[in-house]
């Protein structure tokens, strides 16, 4: 049991090198990374979909990198906002790591991107243990996930930055308590904000994108109070599998 502890620690100790290596070099070029964890189904896409048209709208340099074990639908929808998309098929690994994000980043992305929109492979478990050299982490869960997915998933709600509310909509049809979710995420992650969002009727829309680029100003970020308490070798839920990814552009 102690070796598995020890080379988890060790893949989680390598990746940080990795993740520290990536922001300094991408800060070198004006570019933050945005992180963004979720539970499959949460309406990651959509808003992020929505929120890429925004930056357009406003000028604002971005690219998305869409990570999942299988199919490059979210790319193709992503690319659909006219700005540089890249898929990357995980091959079943569900998570992404630093080393293979900077991997995927060489040769792809564009001079002068302000922006560097993640969207991690659906699992609130895996990536949660994983920094990818982000400037912004996000957390988002959709109003039919249940008021106790922060409580559920401590990690990535306790780390995150930001909490994002999504499918705010259709909040009033699946009884969603919005005062007993926030008091939850209050519980891992004292002090974060939460934004409510819905991408069908652009409720929210543009929030997302102006923390992102406040943060890549270099305003002060949430800091939680979880990442004050977990050593970055040692944060629970760590996986060291190691696969073959496969990238795909989009222009």
């Known amino acids: 049991m102690c070796r598995v502890v020890d080379l988890r620690q060790a893949v989680l100790a390598k990746n ?21 964890l979720s539970s499959p189904g949460s309406g990651k896409t959509a808003l992020l979909e929505r929120e890429l048209l925004r930056a357009r709208e406003r000028s604002v340099p971005v690219a998305a990198l869409s990570a999942d074990l299988a199919t490059e639908n979210d790319a193709a929808r992503l690319a659909r906002s006219g700005v540089p998309v890249k898929q990357v098929l995980t091959d079943g690994l569900c998570h992404l790591e630093a080393g293979m994000l900077a991997g995927h980043l060489d040769g792809w992305l564009p001079d002068g991107t302000r922006l560097l929109f993640v969207e ?50 259709i909040a009033q049809a699946v009884e969603f308590d919005e005062d007993a979710f926030r008091a939850n995420v209050e519980q891992v992650n004292p002090g974060v904000e939460v934004i409510l969002t819905s991408a069908r009727r652009a409720q929210g829309v543009g929030a997302l994108l102006d923390r992102a680029l406040a943060a890549a100003d ?18 629970p839920h760590a996986h060291p599998e190691a696969a073959a990814t496969m990238a795909h552009t989009h222009p």
């Open 218 to 235: 270099g305003a002060p970020v949430h800091a939680p109070v979880m990442a004050g308490t977990h050593t970055r070798a040692g944060h």
């Open 16 to 36: 940080d090198a990795s993740a520290d290596e990536l922001r300094a070099r991408l800060a070198d070029r004006g570019t933050a990374v945005v992180n963004l």
């Open 120 to 169: 991690n492979v659906g699992n609130l478990v895996c990536p949660a243990s994983y920094d990818l050299g982000e400037t912004l982490r996000v957390a988002l869960a959709s109003v039919t996930e249940g008021e106790d997915k922060p409580l559920k998933y401590p990690t990535a709600f306790g780390l995150a930055h930001l909490v994002v509310i999504t499918k705010t909509d």
